[in-house]
């Protein structure tokens, strides 16, 4: 089945870097991009950007660009996303999920990833 | 940017219908998905491209958007549909995904 398995918890002090894998299985890596999605405590959802599995071009949130960088290991199927200059804002649950191209839904996510930012 | 208005909550009883707004400027002219989010898990799609549903999701979840509002119903609604929700869209203006606040359902 259709499964995305993320990197266990990480906790980071402030002005650090993280950087959280998942890795897919059971489809086509190279048929599907993979969005990054963070959920701050007790908030909503956050897009943080996206990367192709084919090309591994990426396309980050706004807010984010100069902090977050998507790469991407086609051998493996699996999705880095890299996080730096760590603040305490940055601590949230991080889930990757499964995206159909430009505006499409995310039908699949990871069980999310914990990372905790704390001096 | 782009933004998405929802309840924070929406209180029903078990057998009734749900009904959860998401507001935002012309929004029927964009492609709106749903999700539900259960306390400590991950989010799961319930509704994609406005109406459509996933496999596997009963067919309890519907979608409709038009205007300025798209909605989420859910009929019968069951102790296991509370959840958080969160509508979806794609802001072509700054390239970015946006979503609504979330709606928290409780089946009293």
């Known amino acids: 089945q259709v499964q995305l398995l993320q990197s266990e918890a990480e906790v980071k002090k402030p002005g650090a870097s993280v950087t959280v894998s998942c890795k897919a299985s059971?489809?086509?890596?190279?048929?599907?991009?993979l969005n990054w999605v963070r959920q701050a405590p007790g908030q909503g959802l956050e897009w943080m950007g996206w990367i192709s599995g084919h090309t591994g071009n990426t396309n980050y949130a706004k807010n984010l660009q100069g902090r977050v960088t998507m790469t991407r290991d086609t051998s493996t199927s699996t999705v880095y996303m890299e996080v730096r200059s760590l603040r305490s804002d940055d601590t949230a649950v991080y889930f990757c999920?499964?995206?159909?191209?430009?505006?499409?839904?995310?039908?699949?996510w990871g069980q999310g990833t914990r990372v905790t930012v704390s001096s | 940017s782009y933004v998405l208005t929802q309840p924070p909550s929406v209180s029903v009883a078990p057998g009734q219908t749900a009904s959860i707004t998401c507001e935002g400027n012309?929004?029927?002219?964009?492609?709106v998905h749903w999700y539900q989010q259960r306390p400590g898990q991950a989010p799961v799609l319930v509704v994609y491209d406005d109406s459509d549903r996933p496999s596997g999701i009963p067919e309890r979840f519907s979608g409709s958007n038009s205007g300025n509002t798209a909605t989420l119903t859910i009929s019968r609604v069951e102790a296991g549909d509370e959840a958080d929700y969160y509508c979806q869209v794609w802001d072509i203006t700054r390239d970015d995904y946006v979503f609504g606040p979330g709606s928290t359902v409780t089946v009293l």
């Open positions: 999920a499964r995206g159909g191209g430009v505006g499409r839904s995310f039908d699949v």
């Open positions: 059971g489809y086509s890596f190279l048929s599907h991009g």
């Open positions: 012309n929004i029927g002219s964009k492609n």
